[in-house]
Every structure is written in structure tokens, then in C-alpha cells.
């Protein structure tokens, strides 16, 4: 959990390896092998995981009182289908431009 934790303060793999005393390389594969154990494509993924079972806290700094009480669990916002805009119109090709 020390890795995640470490993850969740934004840092990359090497400076991960460097806090834990490890190489960045092992700081990586202990990465992916939490990704795979959770059945998360990315961190972001791995984060929120770990956030919503209540593995890990958020950083104090990045809770405000006003918005969040001490027994509330996050939930980041997440876009609904109406707020996702349009794929922008593909430009024809340039033999097809007059």
C-alpha cells in the first residue's frame, strides 16, 4: 500500500523507488502488479479504486471541510453523455476540397 500511497501524492515510479529505497524498475513492476490485481487500466483508475473500498485516504490538503465531511466517501464527478461535445466534423481530404 506504501506504492499506492505514494502514487495517490502524484509521484512518478522513480521517485517512488527513491522514497521506498527501491529501483525505479521495481517501483514500476509493483505498479502494474497492483493495476492487474485491481483490474485497473491506469493509475487514475487505481486510485479511485483504492479511494472508494477505503484502502486509502485523501491527502488532507486536498479535502476542504465545506465539501467533504469526515465519514463521506469521494466520488469524482463523472461527465455525463449530454456534457461529452460532439466529435468535431472530419476535414475532407485534400483531393476532396475545391
Known amino acids: 500500500m506504501e506504492v499506492v500511497q505514494l502514487?495517490?501524492?502524484?509521484l512518478s515510479d522513480?521517485?517512488?523507488?527513491?522514497?521506498?529505497?527501491?529501483?525505479?524498475?521495481?517501483?514500476r513492476t509493483h505498479r502494474s502488479h497492483l493495476l492487474r490485481k485491481v483490474?485497473?487500466?491506469n493509475v487514475c483508475a487505481l486510485?479511485?479504486?483504492?479511494?472508494?473500498?477505503?484502502?486509502?485516504?485523501l491527502p488532507a490538503s486536498t479535502q476542504s471541510s465545506a465539501s467533504l465531511s469526515a465519514n463521506s466517501r469521494f466520488i469524482p464527478a463523472v461527465p455525463t453523455q449530454a456534457s461529452i461535445p460532439p466529435p468535431a466534423a472530419r476535414r475532407p481530404d485534400r483531393k476532396?476540397?475545391?
Open 7 to 10: 502514487l495517490l501524492q502524484g
Open 14 to 27: 522513480k521517485q517512488v523507488g527513491r522514497r521506498l529505497g527501491i529501483s525505479d524498475q521495481t517501483a
Open 39 to 41: 483490474g485497473a487500466s
Open 47 to 57: 486510485l479511485y479504486e483504492a479511494i472508494s473500498e477505503g484502502w486509502l485516504l
Open 96 to 98: 476532396e476540397r475545391k
